[in-house]
């Protein structure tokens, strides 16, 4: 079983920085590829960015290239999500997933779900 859980979602000013992070844990070894998904109010659920579980490549969502980052973090079976240049368009629910299928924008990839972070952008 892995769980996931993220962190660092709250209230941000149009233009202003984010970084999010979840925390993977439990059977890690299971983990090939790691992903951000983010539903808005009344939206579909939408690709973000994807990452390998070693951190070596990466994909973002070409409509969120130039403002939104994927890497690992600095502590252990951490994965963050760097956003910047917040418009009000990227408030919702931001969710980390994991899966085995590489840098695969498909949610039904992804076999672990965390519980997700809010991100409120607005002035």
């Known amino acids: 079983q892995v769980y996931l859980v993220e962190s660092g979602g709250g209230l941000v000013q149009p233009g202003g920085s984010l970084r999010l992070s979840c925390a993977a844990s439990?059977?890690?070894?299971?983990?090939?590829?790691m992903g951000w998904f983010r539903r808005a109010p009344g939206k579909e659920r939408e690709f973000v960015a994807a990452i390998t579980w070693s951190g070596g490549d990466t994909f973002v969502s070409d409509s969120l290239k130039g403002r939104f980052t994927i890497s690992r973090g600095n502590a252990k079976n951490t994965f963050d999500l760097q956003m910047s240049s917040l418009k009000p368009d990227d408030s919702g629910w931001y969710y980390c997933a994991s899966g085995r299928k590489l840098l695969t924008p498909d949610p039904l990839d992804y076999s672990t779900w965390g519980l997700g972070t809010q991100v409120t952008v607005s002035s």
């Open positions: 439990g059977h890690t070894y299971d983990i090939f590829n």
